[in-house]
């Protein structure tokens, strides 16, 4: 069972930056998709960036130039650069495979808020 532990998050005005990070384990996590994930209150969960294991990235228009996604294999790490942040970024995100398993485990989320 994969275990994901995310951490990064806190409260940055407009126009801040964050880096999330997500520590991964439990599998092999090189050979995955890995996404970033977000939940804003009252909306459903959503997906911000994904990146394959060879590198390459796919963005939501939303985030597209301003959200960067990484990994380190061999640390098992995936991060999320947020740079120019706005109020409606403000969610718990979180990272997991891309696609999701089948029922998805999530980790506990850390919490953005981008407010002035």
């Known amino acids: 069972q994969v275990q994901l532990v995310e951490s990064g998050g806190g409260l940055v005005q407009p126009g801040g930056s964050l880096r999330l990070s997500c520590a991964a384990s439990?599998?092999?996590?090189?050979?995955?998709?890995m996404g970033w994930y977000r939940q804003a209150p009252g909306k459903q969960r959503e997906l911000v960036a994904r990146?394959?294991?060879?590198?390459?990235?796919v963005y939501a228009d939303s985030v597209k130039g301003r959200f960067t996604i990484s990994r380190d294999n061999a640390k098992n790490m995936v991060y999320l650069q947020m740079n120019s942040l706005k109020p409606e970024d403000t969610a718990v995100y979180y990272c997991?495979?891309?696609?999701?398993?089948?029922?998805?485990?999530w980790g506990q989320g850390t919490q953005v808020t981008v407010s002035s």
């Open positions: 990146i394959r294991s060879g590198g390459s990235t």
């Open positions: 439990g599998r092999i996590f090189s050979i995955y998709a």
């Open positions: 997991n495979s891309f696609p999701l398993s089948t029922p998805p485990s």
